[in-house]
């Protein structure tokens, strides 16, 4: 049973370019939150995606937006790359929440 | 959005000795998450408190709930190298997200 999986592993951008990151959730969970981790930092929340739709939001701009799909994988998207966007994006997964979290390994993002 | 403090933020330690990681929070949640995060890999979920004065035991690790559910902390005996990592406590904020503290760094050395 795979567990969550994340797209790319790492990625370079410069400075004003979009990013599109990748997760695919353990089997049989519906619900998927996104969160950045800055170097030193513990996670920040992004947002979640249940059924679809954006259930929360943290305190992120914009720029920082997302979708799910049917099979409940999920994107998120980051426009006009700033360089403290250079972070480690985190996704988890869960059947509901606020239950058992499996995170990927996460998308190292470089900004330059 | 609640805040939680974790300390201390580096901890270096010999084999064998025992050490205390302490989470606090001037909010109560509703339950509380420990997990290790290693480099380059998400975190891993250790275990979840839900009862104010809960205490549950991991083999070597031990986690305890405050009684007001404000704190919490995680003790562990013996300490080896394959428990050094980042460990970071996280708070349920609502019914959507996880406020995580900024984690303690622990290094255990042979």
């Known amino acids: 049973d795979a567990g969550v999986t994340q797209s790319p592993t790492h990625l370079i951008k410069t400075r004003g370019q979009q990013v599109t990151l990748r997760c695919s959730p353990k089997?049989?969970?519906?619900?998927v939150s996104w969160y950045q981790q800055a170097l030193g930092q513990g996670p920040q929340f992004i947002f979640q995606?249940?059924?679809?739709?954006?259930?929360q939001r943290g305190n992120f701009p914009d720029r920082f937006s997302g979708h799910q799909f049917p099979n409940y994988s999920s994107e998120l998207n980051v426009n006009a790359l700033l360089l403290g966007d250079s972070a480690l994006y985190l996704c988890a997964s869960s059947f509901g929440f606020p239950e058992k979290l499996f995170f990927g390994s996460g998308t190292q993002l470089s900004v330059l | 959005t609640q805040l939680l403090e974790q300390s201390p933020q580096f901890l270096s330690i010999q084999e064998g000795e025992n050490l205390t990681v302490y989470c606090n929070s001037s909010s109560v949640f509703s339950s509380l998450q420990w997990y290790r995060q290693e480099p380059g890999e998400g975190p891993v979920l250790l275990v979840t408190v839900v009862t104010g004065g809960e205490v549950k035991k991991l083999k070597r690790l031990t986690f305890q709930f405050g009684d007001a559910r404000k704190d919490s902390s995680l003790h562990i005996t013996a300490a080896q190298p394959g428990d050094t990592g980042l460990y970071l406590c996280?708070?349920?904020?609502?019914?959507?997200?996880?406020?995580f503290g900024q984690g303690t760094r622990l290094t255990i050395n042979p």
């Open positions: 996280a708070g349920a904020e609502g019914a959507q997200k996880l406020v």
């Open positions: 995606y249940y059924e679809e739709e954006e259930r």
């Open positions: 089997s049989g969970h519906d619900t």
